[in-house]
């Protein structure tokens, strides 16, 4: 057995059993899994600049022969976020690949193959980024509106602006953009959130993401697609690109509500990494910390989600 068992303390015992690691090295060796899927923000990076050993360990995670695919909650088309990774240190070619939320949005707003998006009318309010660079809705046929009586559906990809129908984005605060949910709301508008994650570790700070404005859009009685974590369509996307079946399939990441209940949905093993979302609610300081196995046992029982290994950090 690698690392050590830990179980919960509940009302149902075994209810939740990981074991702890020290790093992927212990994971590795194993030769286990054929396909490994990573998460980036919180894992690899923090959107500024790698972990402190993050591009090492992919390295030497590459020379098992693992097959790597980034997959993503980013609102980015899958070529971007490679992109991004270069600019940041990493090697894209130790990836066979990425699947972001982003990406899959575009692919089905664009094929409209599948029912509910075949469904769906062509006019969109949405909601994009400012200063984190708005996103082109190039080859999608979609015409952009500003309110809720010319709308057809809500496209989310992000928090910050509005999107126009110039192709320009209009910076709002979010507290206006949650005024105009409550318009869509009352017209039984359908959303489409580009990017499900809550929040998401921007330089040791928490950035909020379009899955609040979904999670609002909810409460307020509105119907929302979610295309990504946890939904477990990213991650069979994730296989077929793998070509590996469920069972030689792991998900890393350090959200357990996305990451790793996302993977409990597909039926592929986890490891959650410590150091990124969560890291305050665990008590956590400074990178590489670990993290009191009761924290976690409370935290991933209050999120039900079963992480199969902890880790503190994606480090060797």
């Known amino acids: 057995m690698i690392g050590r068992c830990v179980s919960a303390q509940s009302s149902k015992p075994n209810e939740l059993k990981f074991q702890t690691l020290n790093g992927i090295q212990e994971l590795a060796e194993t030769r286990r899994f054929k396909a490994w899927f990573l998460d ?13 050993g993050a591009i090492s360990t992919l390295e030497k995670l590459a020379t098992y022969g693992a097959k790597m695919v980034i997959v993503s909650n980013s609102s980015r088309r899958a070529s971007t ?10 090697d894209p070619s130790l990836f066979i690949g990425a699947i ?3 990406e899959l949005t575009h692919q089905y707003l664009q094929r409209r193959d599948d029912a509910w998006f075949a469904s769906l ?53 979010l507290d206006d953009l949650e005024k105009i949910l409550e318009q869509c709301a009352t017209k039984k508008i359908p ?6 994650d809550f929040v998401t570790v921007e330089v040791r700070a928490l950035r909020v ?18 295309m990504g974590k946890p939904d477990k369509i990213i991650y069979k996307s994730a296989m ?28 592929i093993a986890s490891a959650f990494i410590t150091c990124g979302i969560h890291a305050t609610e665990l008590g956590l300081d400074k990178f590489g910390e670990v993290a009191d196995d009761n ?12 992480p199969t290994y902890v880790i503190p950090s994606f480090t060797w």
């Open 81 to 90: 976020t490679l992109e991004k990774l270069r600019s940041l240190g990493f």
């Open 240 to 267: 077929k690109m793998a070509a590996e079946d469920a069972s030689d399939c792991i998900a890393i990441g350090d959200s357990l509500h996305h990451d790793i209940k996302g993977a409990n949905a597909a039926g």
């Open 40 to 52: 980036q923000f919180g894992v690899l990076h923090d959107g500024k600049q790698p972990y402190p």
């Open 209 to 226: 993401m379009p899955g609040t404005l979904a999670a609002t859009y909810e409460k307020l009685g509105g119907e929302v697609k979610w």
């Open 100 to 102: 972001t939320s982003g």
């Open 191 to 196: 959303m489409v959130v580009a990017n499900p």
């Open 295 to 306: 924290s976690i046992h409370a935290l991933a029982l209050q999120n039900n989600a079963h």
């Open 121 to 173: 009318g062509r006019s969109c309010i949405h909601m994009t980024w400012s200063d984190r660079g708005a996103i082109s809705l190039e080859s999608l046929g979609l015409e952009v509106v500003e309110n809720a009586q010319g709308a057809d559906f809500i496209l989310a990809h992000g928090t910050e602006a509005l999107g126009l129908s110039s192709g320009a984005a209009l910076p709002m605060k």
